[in-house]
Structures are given as C-alpha cells and as structure tokens.
C-alpha cells in the first residue's frame, strides 16, 4: 500500500461537477424533482460527511427527503466501530428490499467506515442484490459519477480499494443547522490502538492546510454559525504532516481571533499529545469554550499498553491536573472501554478510581467488541460475557452518581449560554461546557445568547429560566 496522500485538484472535482450537471439534466427530462434520502450512523465525522453527500446530491438536482420510503435515492454512510453498529446497519439495509420493492427504481448505496471492510463489500456483493454501489470514504469525493454509473445502467459499483486516503476541498455541503457547524480539520488517524478498526477504514493521518480550514471558518462566522466544532480522530496531532510550522494550538489560537461572535469547541483530543500549550490556549481565548473531551480509555497502565494508547495513568492524571488548574470551570467529558481482552478484576477498579479521581461531567461507555483484522481481536480474551456486563453496569452506576452531583451543583447558577432549537414545549441551549439545558421561551430566542438561572437537574440534562440576554 502507498502512503501518499493525494490531494484531488480542481479539474477532478470539475468533473465530478460535470456529473452533476448531466444528473440534473436527466431528471429535467423526466419532469420531476427526485429524492434523496441520507441515513447517518456513528460519530460527527460521519455527520460531516454527510452534509458533503446532500451537498452534491442537492446540486444533482434531488431534492432532500427526511425517509427511505419513496426516495429515488437512498445512501447509508455507516460506522464500524463496534459489531453492534454493523449489525444495525445490516438490518436496515435488509429491510430497504421492500422499499424497493415498492420503488423500483430506487438507487440503493452504502458508504462510510463500514464500506472500508473487504469483508462488508463481500457479504453484500452476495447477500443483498438490491444494493447498488458500495463505495469507501476515500472515495466521497467521486459520488456524482458512481451514482450517474448506476443511473444509466451500468453494473453495480464497488469502490473500496485500500488507500492511504486523500483531501479533497470544495465538495459542496449542504450543513444540517445554520447556526453549529462541524468542521474537519484533518481525516484518518495514525495511532493503531489495538481494539480499533478506524485506521483499517479512514486511512492515514492527513490534515487540511491552515488556509482552507479559516477560510471556512470566516465563511461559516459571516454566514451566522455561532458555534464550531473542529473534528479529527486525533486533532492534537494535526499539522504534523505538513509543512506549515502550525501545531493544533497554533491553528486554535487563529481561529479565535476571527471577528465575530462564536465558541469553538474541538473533538477528539488524544491524551499522548495533549499538551501544556494547548491548554494554555483553551484558557487564553475567550471563544474557546472550556470544554475537553479527553478520551482515557482504561485507568490500567498495563491495559493502557497493551491497547497501544502511548500514555499511562500518572501522565494522564498529571495533564488533566494541569487543564483544570489553567481552566478551573473546565467541562471535562471521556470514553472508557469495559472489559479490553484480559483487562483483570484488579484493572478494572483501577478504571473506577481514576473515574472518581478526575470526576468527569459525563462519559461515553463501551463494553469491547473485537473487530476482525485488529491486534486486540486476536488476544485471549477468557473473561466471561456476564462478567463484563456486571462490570459495565457498576462503571455505568458509579458515573451516574457523579454526573448527577456535578449537575445538581449547577442549581442556583447563572450560565452563558447559545439557545439552539426547540424540543416539544422547551427550548434547548448548550452550556459553554456543552450541557444541555433547557428552558420554557419562545423560539425568537434561537441562535441568540441568554443567560440561563439552572433550578432543576438530572443526571443527563439541566432545566433553568431565561435571566436575559448576555
Ligand atoms: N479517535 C478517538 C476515538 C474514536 S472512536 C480517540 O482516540 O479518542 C470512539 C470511541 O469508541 C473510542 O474512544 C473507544 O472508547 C470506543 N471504541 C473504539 N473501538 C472500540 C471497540 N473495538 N470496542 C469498544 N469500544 C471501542
Ligand atoms: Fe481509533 Fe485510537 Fe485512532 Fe482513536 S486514536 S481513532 S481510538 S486508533
Ligand atoms: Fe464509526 Fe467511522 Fe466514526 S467507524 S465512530 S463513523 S470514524
């Protein structure tokens, strides 16, 4: 496998436009407005993607519809992070055979992290005729002709082969809110942890150049995004490809000083290359909001090897006393993964003191699922099922009480906040740290900042009453 990164020049995307072009054209014949229909599985990465994929459907002419049933188009951009993800998608694609049925018509593609297994491209080469073209995430950037193919009769397109990954800038996007915006500021990922499938399917680590993520951002400002989220597997290690002399707190610290009226938020960071200067900067610039989700993954030095995460529990702990000692209102979130293959009894109570050692806000809990093709699916793994379960449920309770803890102590405060949407009778608004509250009001009040008193909380959510404008 070559290691380059490609960088797709204008004159392919050009083409990939001319596709568009002849898309709208043969629906103009037809005399009627297709639609497109775009399921998203997995994480914000995906949702990025997405946006990219109704971009380019909206400017082949369809239209963007909110279900399978009807569409003329149908795209499932999966997530293969764990089996269960992979099982749900297997479902759903099984079950679209009766809304083709009904819609013969209908073009039917799988995309995403999932489309990067060989194995997956098999399984439905053979199980599931009604697909019409599999296509990895390195090769987004060339739907418009993988489609037109499939709409003018070709075989079944089969797009996956195994590449380092490229950086493609200008694909259209049509994004899902005006006023939050995700923006990735690199793709792939280099670290190899060895439970995980994302460096098999998304490539190596390439990031985008300086220039192109602030002119998006400056666009996304003037445009009214009050909120950005700037998205990697691994943001800490951006830059590290070129040759731009920017680290990732250089690139924070540019975007901060747009003009305007916006937070920064930033996911994933890994803890290896957390750095002092990072935090610094979170705590320098205002419209950084201080909120880090600092994924641990195991409180055992020994798992934390053998999981190929390059830290261990001391550093950890010391780089998070050190980003709450600069940002004492820090907001500070994880992901844990329960039973990695080995992990002992012992092991896992150390997960737990580390978990009421640093206290986090709220964490995203995994129980380990082995992914064919990685190290950690080949390790003796003698720990029973219910056992984990058991481990899972009391890691589960013991976070809970503190998520409840840390939120009830909000009650009484006053917080900043962006009031973002509507859900039934409340409005919703997203705490600097990223808690949702919400608040009765009415919806003139989306998109603008309140200041929010907090008088009830629960373990996931806060309730509070508007306190005027900020
Ligand atoms: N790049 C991010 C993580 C992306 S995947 C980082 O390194 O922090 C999101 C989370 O899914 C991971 O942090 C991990 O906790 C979990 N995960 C990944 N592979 C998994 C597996 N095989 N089994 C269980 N959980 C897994
Ligand atoms: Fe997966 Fe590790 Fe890369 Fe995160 S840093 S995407 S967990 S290999
Ligand atoms: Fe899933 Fe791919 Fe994201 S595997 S978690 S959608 S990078």
């Not at 951009?77 to 479902?91: K, P």
């Not at 798992?303 to 940002?327: F, G, I, P, Q």
């Not at 009480?401 to 900043?416: D, F, P, R, V």
Request: charged share 25%.
């Amino acid at each position: 496998m070559n290691t380059k990164t490609t960088v797709i020049s204008q004159a392919e995307l050009d083409a990939q436009f001319a596709f568009c072009d002849k898309i709208a054209d043969y629906w103009r014949a037809r005399g009627r407005t297709p639609g497109a229909y775009v399921e998203t599985y997995g994480c914000q990465q995906n949702e990025a993607d997405s946006e990219k994929l109704r971009g380019y459907l909206t400017q082949c002419g369809y239209a963007i519809v909110r279900e399978a049933e009807g569409a003329d188009v149908v795209v499932m951009n999966t997530c293969a992070i764990r089996e269960h993800a992979e099982q749900r998608v297997f479902g759903n694609l099984g079950a679209l055979t009766h809304t083709k049925r009904r819609h013969p018509e209908q073009k039917i593609f799988l995309c995403g992290c999932m489309a990067g297994e060989q194995s997956v491209s098999d399984r439905i080469r053979r199980s599931y005729p009604h697909v019409d073209g599999v296509f990895s995430t390195h090769h987004l950037w060339q739907f418009p002709q993988i489609l037109w193919n499939v709409l003018t009769g070709s075989k079944r397109q089969f797009l996956i082969a195994d590449e380092p990954g490229s950086i493609a800038e200008g694909i259209p996007q049509v994004r899902d809110s005006k006023l939050k915006a995700w923006v990735s500021i690199m793709y792939g990922c280099n670290n190899f942890c060895t439970y995980c499938i994302v460096p098999y399917v998304r490539g190596r680590e390439r990031s985008r150049q300086p220039e192109d993520i602030l002119a998006e951002c400056r666009s996304l400002i003037e445009n009214g995004a009050r909120e950005i989220t700037l998205l990697g597997q691994n943001v800490n290690s951006y830059g590290k490809d070129l040759d731009c002399g920017m680290d990732f707190a250089d690139l924070l610290a540019e975007i901060a000083q747009i003009p305007g009226d916006f937070l920064i938020r930033f996911m994933t960071s890994h803890p290896r290359d957390a750095s002092e200067k990072l935090f610094d900067t979170m705590a320098k610039y205002p419209r950084i909001a201080k909120q880090l989700h600092l994924p641990f993954q195991s409180g055992s030095s020994r798992v934390l090897k053998a999981m190929n995460r390059h830290y261990d529990r001391e550093t950890y702990l010391e780089k998070v006393n050190y980003a709450k000692k600069v940002m004492p209102d820090l907001v500070l979130t994880s992901d844990v993964i329960v039973g990695f293959p080995g992990e002992t009894e012992e092991e896992f109570e150390e997960t737990i003191s580390l978990i009421q050692q640093v206290h986090y806000d709220s964490l995203f809990t995994f129980i380990f699922s082995p992914r064919p093709g990685t190290p950690a699916a080949k390790m003796d793994d003698p720990t029973p099922k219910e056992e984990k379960n058991r481990r899972f449920d009391r890691l589960c309770a013991v976070q809970n009480a503190i998520s409840e803890e840390i939120h009830n102590a909000y009650i009484g405060k006053t917080l900043g906040c962006l009031v973002d949407g509507r859900d039934k009778d409340m409005l919703t608004a997203r705490t600097e740290g990223g808690r949702l509250v919400r608040f009765p009001g009415c919806d003139e009040l989306i998109g603008t900042w309140q200041n929010i008193t907090i008088t009830a909380a629960t373990t996931w959510s806060l309730t509070g009453a508007l306190a005027g404008a900020i």
